[in-house]
């Protein structure tokens, strides 16, 4: 059940920063968004690729994860780079986020698929959720937005990560889909960390701070 309440927890617990410490930067969300990319890059490679490299033929795995790199590239043009911390807020927007709302849903949706028995996954999708709640969490309540709709928002924003999971385990869904999918949510994970990681940087160069949050997110997804 971790693999269920895991990414609620974590979106609960972004939300709440926002709410308890409002316009305050109670830490440095670059650093934090470097050191979940890091490790959600990391993880993935350690232990979702090669499960699904030793499962399916080469090239379709290939062609899948391209798929999913693409299929967020796309996704990206309508949540505004959410995903990785692109979110430019508009005190003036009064009309409910649509594309937004869609965007982030499949994403969240699809990212609950490989968690299930992936300890690792679930730690870096938890690590990744925290930091793109609090940023979609102030760009609502930036908004013009009724309290109501953003509650909702948020409520089935929290919940599809777990539904992805819940559909996984409880569709009669052959290996090969599975592995499949989990190949599609490699790719997305690949686009959302790396763009992440070149993000992290400012005028092009890293900073020591930086540097030693992401070698320190490699080496913790390594040895846990």
Request: glycine letters at 6%; hydrophobic letters at 55%.
């Given at each position: 059940?971790?693999?269920?309440?895991?990414?609620?927890?974590?979106?609960?617990?972004?939300?709440?920063?926002?709410?308890?410490?409002?316009?305050s930067k109670p830490l440095n969300l670059k650093l934090f968004l470097a050191f979940s990319g890091a490790f959600l890059l990391s993880t993935?490679?350690?232990?979702?690729?090669?499960?699904?490299?030793?499962?399916?033929?080469?090239?379709?795995?290939?062609?899948?994860?391209?798929?999913?790199?693409?299929?967020?590239?796309?996704?990206?043009?309508?949540?505004?780079?959410?995903?990785?911390?692109?979110?430019?807020?508009?005190?003036?927007?009064?009309?409910?986020?649509?594309?937004?709302?869609?965007?982030?849903?499949?994403?969240?949706?699809?990212?609950?698929?490989?968690?299930?028995?992936?300890?690792?996954?679930?730690?870096?999708?938890?690590?990744?959720?925290?930091?793109?709640?609090?940023?979609?969490?102030?760009?609502?309540?930036?908004?013009?937005?009724?309290?109501?709709?953003?509650?909702?928002?948020?409520?089935?924003?929290?919940?599809?990560?777990?539904?992805?999971?819940?559909?996984?385990?409880?569709?009669?869904?052959?290996?090969?889909?599975?592995?499949?999918?989990?190949?599609?949510?490699?790719?997305?994970?690949?686009?959302i960390s790396t763009v992440i990681l070149f993000e992290s940087s400012e005028g092009h160069h890293f900073n020591l701070n930086k540097i030693?949050?992401?070698?320190?997110?490699?080496?913790?997804?390594?040895?846990?």
């Amino acid at each position: 059940m971790i693999s269920f309440f895991a990414p609620i927890l974590a979106v609960i617990f972004g939300v709440s920063i926002v709410i308890v410490f409002g316009k305050s930067k109670p830490l440095n969300l670059k650093l934090f968004l470097a050191f979940s990319g890091a490790f959600l890059l990391s993880t993935t490679i350690f232990e979702l690729l090669p499960e699904v490299y030793s499962n399916i033929e080469t090239k379709k795995i290939g062609i899948f994860i391209m798929g999913g790199i693409l299929l967020q590239i796309l996704l990206e043009f309508y949540s505004m780079g959410a995903e990785h911390g692109h979110l430019n807020h508009q005190n003036s927007e009064d009309y409910f986020p649509w594309f937004l709302f869609i965007s982030l849903g499949i994403h969240a949706f699809f990212e609950g698929f490989p968690l299930k028995g992936h300890s690792n996954i679930i730690i870096g999708v938890v690590i990744h959720k925290i930091p793109i709640a609090i940023l979609i969490t102030t760009y609502l309540l930036k908004s013009k937005l009724p309290k109501l709709q953003i509650a909702l928002f948020l409520l089935i924003f929290t919940l599809l990560t777990p539904l992805g999971s819940l559909s996984a385990d409880f569709l009669s869904l052959s290996p090969t889909l599975i592995y499949s999918i989990n190949a599609v949510v490699i790719g997305m994970f690949f686009h959302i960390s790396t763009v992440i990681l070149f993000e992290s940087s400012e005028g092009h160069h890293f900073n020591l701070n930086k540097i030693l949050m992401i070698i320190s997110a490699v080496v913790l997804a390594y040895f846990i």
